[in-house]
T-cell receptor, first 117, second 113 residues
Framework: EADIYQTPRYLVIGTGKKITLECSQTMGHDKMYWYQQDPGMELHLIHYSYGVNSTEKGDLSSESTVSRIRTEHFPLTLESARPSHTSQYLC????????????????FGAGSRLTVL | GNSVTQMEGPVTLSEEAFLTINCTYTATGYPSLFWYVQYPGEGLQLLLKATKADDKGSNKGFEATYRKETTSFHLEKGSVQVSDSAVYFCALSEEAAGNKLTFGGGTRVLVKP
């Protein structure tokens, strides 16, 4: 079954540590996204990619970085975690809906909840 | 730029009650409109969508109609269940904006037995 996977689901880590959140999808989607979801539920796009070797900053500035070396993987890295990075991080992917032109339907992973102490 | 505004929650209802969540949007062109749902502890799932004016999206008893004249896409369900308790997000995408999704702030719905 095609899906999108995020690991770890939960991570508690100390300040200054380097962390990588993994995201993999089996659908062959070109487009992938990282959203940060704050406790008030609002979603903020922090990174996106339209294909291999393509990465762009999103609408919300983030100290994290991403890479897209393979179509199916889109990991997010924080070089030095801080308490302000505590949040839920949601990965998503999409491909153009062939039946409805212009409808960019996203498939989301279950999320990675990061707590930085 | 594009924006989506939806009613703030939480919305608390009894089982079998009628649910409406208002959503209005601002866009420069002709966006596609979506409702996503997030159940506790999970990521977002597409609930329904509409890609042009007067289209009605429907799924799991939920409906929303794309109203261009009022720039709205209100979500409705005639008889909610406890299992409908979740956070609901209205969203739009537009080709002119690279098809990136713009989300509303989310509305938490709690259905009590």
């Amino acid at each position: 079954e095609a899906d999108i996977y995020q690991t770890p689901r939960y991570l508690v880590i100390g300040t200054g540590k380097k962390i990588t959140l993994e995201c993999s999808q089996t659908m062959g989607h070109d487009k992938m996204y990282w959203y940060q979801q704050d406790p008030g539920m609002e979603l903020h796009l922090i990174h996106y990619s339209y294909g291999v070797n393509s990465t762009e900053k999103g609408d919300l500035s983030s100290e994290s970085t991403v890479s897209r070396i393979r179509t199916e993987h889109f990991p997010l890295t924080l070089e030095s975690a801080r308490p302000s990075h505590t949040s839920q991080y949601l990965c998503a992917s999409s491909d153009r809906d062939t039946q409805d032109s212009g409808a960019n339907v996203l498939t989301f992973g279950a999320g990675s909840r990061l707590t930085v102490l | 730029g594009n924006s989506v505004t939806q009613m703030e929650g939480p919305v608390t209802l009894s089982e079998e009650a009628f649910l409406t969540i208002n959503c209005t949007y601002t866009a420069t062109g002709y966006p596609s409109l979506f409702w996503y749902v997030q159940y506790p502890g999970e990521g977002l799932q597409l609930l329904l969508k509409a890609t042009k004016a007067d289209d009605k999206g429907s799924n799991k008893g939920f409906e929303a109609t794309y109203r261009k004249e009022t720039t709205s896409f209100h979500l409705e369900k005639g008889s909610v269940q406890v299992s409908d308790s979740a956070v609901y997000f209205c969203a739009l995408s537009e080709e002119a904006a690279g098809n990136k999704l713009t989300f509303g702030g989310g509305t938490r719905v709690l259905v009590k037995p």
